[in-house]
């Protein structure tokens, strides 16, 4: 099964950008649909940001307008640019296929605060 390996977290000021990425160890490109999730204490996993085959992207509204996901099938890496970063972004970020779910990562932690 793919393993998905995360990273580009850390802590960064409300305001402050972030790119993570995320590393297939096999290739991505006939999968529809990679997608970027969160997960903050006490509260479940929620799906921010997914891209399609063709490029169509779609965005939870909390992050729409800040986080622009993304994919490169050459490199097997799919990547989420987040920027004007807020407290309630705080959460471990995970990679996944929306619609053929394998095994999470170890995600990667972002932490927004002053």
């Known amino acids: 099964q793919v393993q998905l390996v995360e990273s580009g977290g850390g802590l960064v000021q409300p305001g402050g950008s972030l790119r993570l990425s995320c590393a297939a160890s096999e290739s991505i490109a006939s999968i529809s649909f990679v997608g970027w999730y969160r997960q903050a204490p006490g509260k479940q996993r929620e799906l921010v940001a997914r891209i399609a085959g063709g490029g169509t992207t779609t965005y939870a509204d909390s992050v729409k307008g800040r986080f622009t996901i993304s994919r490169d099938n050459a490199k097997n890496t799919v990547y989420l640019q987040m920027n004007s970063l807020k407290p309630e972004d705080t959460a471990v970020y995970y990679c996944?296929?929306?619609?053929?779910?394998?095994?999470w990562g170890q995600g990667t932690q972002v932490t927004v605060s002053s």
């Open positions: 996944n296929f929306p619609f053929s779910v394998v095994n």
